[in-house]
């Protein structure tokens, strides 16, 4: 058996442990004689799982008690259209600030249910950086503002939560929740795929205040009403269950790490190693976020010398670091340092970047 250092941008990797212990009971899951997967969603064990993983979710991120844990499907895509239908609340506007290929994924599905309205664009500097507090242009009739807080595409991550005043805000935090300590209540609704920082692919965990709730038209499908999976603790319908068991694990990983606060000042520390590098490294690599919107999870660099890239990413997999290749819209390298990613990979992945940079430069 071979494990590699996996910079996947998503699904990305999972901590070891927990693959472990999903292989040790997955024929026997609790002394039942089968696996999860086999185990009804209606059964004690499973709704206790369920709890217990919407319950982590909720002390790891010390979610207020105004605040609903809600565990659905759909990954964050459908989120971009559930966000519109659940809070529009017959208003036909909303503010989007536009960072970068996620942010704009969502805007253009909003466009389908309102007019959306730019309060920021980072078109003009290349998506290198987020806005400030004071350039955004808020409309406060607005029903709601989005935003998109780690841009896993671009590598940009919002190092403040704006200040939307009453207006609620709601976040597209897939690939960096779990990563940081967050102020939940400042956010009207937050959402997240698990495939990211959580577990499988499959599952999508919402986090919504609780008076957001009930704000659809008549005609919005039951599945795609917030309330639906609040009234009933994600339980409306059969739950993706093995993505569902497998976060939890993840979950109960992350409490033995000692939580969010202490991950985080792990991801600073590989961040800083991998981007301390890159700036080291006179130009051989090029990062061109603005230092301080830099994310510490997924962090997309380009060789000066394109022509090498392919050679850099195959020396890159003769030492066991793969998955590195840059998303096809930007092109160049990205690793995604994700919860699960160890220091020793990042350690791994800057030595060659290092020796290759000697053997070129
Ligand atoms: C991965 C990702 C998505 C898309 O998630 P799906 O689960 O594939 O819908 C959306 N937003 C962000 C920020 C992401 O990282």
Not at 9 to 24: I, K
Not at 84 to 104: C, E, I, K
Not at 153 to 163: H, L, Q, R, T
Not at 172 to 200: C, E, F, T, V, W
């Amino acid at each position: 058996m071979r494990r590699v250092f996996n910079f996947s941008a998503g699904p990305g990797a999972v901590p070891e442990e927990c693959l472990a212990q999903a292989r040790d009971e997955m024929l026997d899951w609790q002394q039942l004689g089968y696996s999860v997967i086999e185990a009804s969603h209606r059964s004690e064990r499973f709704i206790e799982l369920m709890h217990e993983t919407a319950a982590l979710v909720r002390e790891l991120l010390a979610v207020p008690a105004s605040h609903d844990v809600l565990l659905l499907q759909g990954g964050a895509h459908l989120q971009f259209a559930m966000v519109p239908l659940n809070l529009l609340g017959g208003s036909d506007r909303a503010d989007y600030l536009d960072t970068g290929a996620w942010s704009q994924t969502a805007i253009e599905e909003a466009r389908r249910w309102c007019q959306v309205s730019l309060a920021a664009s980072g078109a003009q500097a290349g998506y290198t950086c987020t806005p400030s507090q004071n350039e955004l242009r808020l409309d406060p009739a607005a029903a709601y503002v989005h935003y998109c807080s780690n841009e896993t595409i671009d590598g940009v991550e919002f190092p403040y939560v704006p200040d939307t005043g009453a207006v609620p805000l709601v976040a597209d935090a897939s690939s960096h929740l779990m990563s940081r300590p967050l102020d939940i209540a400042r956010y009207g609704l937050i959402y997240a795929g698990a495939q990211k920082n959580l577990g499988p692919a499959g599952l999508c965990v919402v986090i919504v205040r609780q008076d957001l709730l009930g704000r659809c038209a008549p005609t919005t499908p039951t599945m795609l009403d917030y309330r639906t999976h609040a009234r009933v603790g994600s339980g409306y319908n059969t739950p993706p269950t093995f993505s569902v068991y497998f976060a939890c694990l993840v979950l109960r990983w992350l409490k033995r790490q000692g939580g969010v606060a202490a991950i985080e000042q792990r991801n600073i520390g590989k961040a800083q190693l991998l981007y301390g590098a890159i700036d080291q490294s006179e130009g051989f690599y090029v990062n061109r976020v603005r230092a301080a919107d830099r994310s510490r999870m997924n962090v997309p660099f380009f060789l000066r010398n394109n022509s090498l890239l392919e050679e850099f990413l195959r020396g890159a997999g003769e030492r066991d670091l793969v998955q590195l290749r840059g998303h096809r819209r930007l092109g160049g390298v990205r690793a995604s340092l994700y919860n699960a990613m160890p220091l020793a990979g990042v350690q791994a992945l800057v030595s060659f970047m290092r020796e290759f940079a000697q053997r070129h430069g």
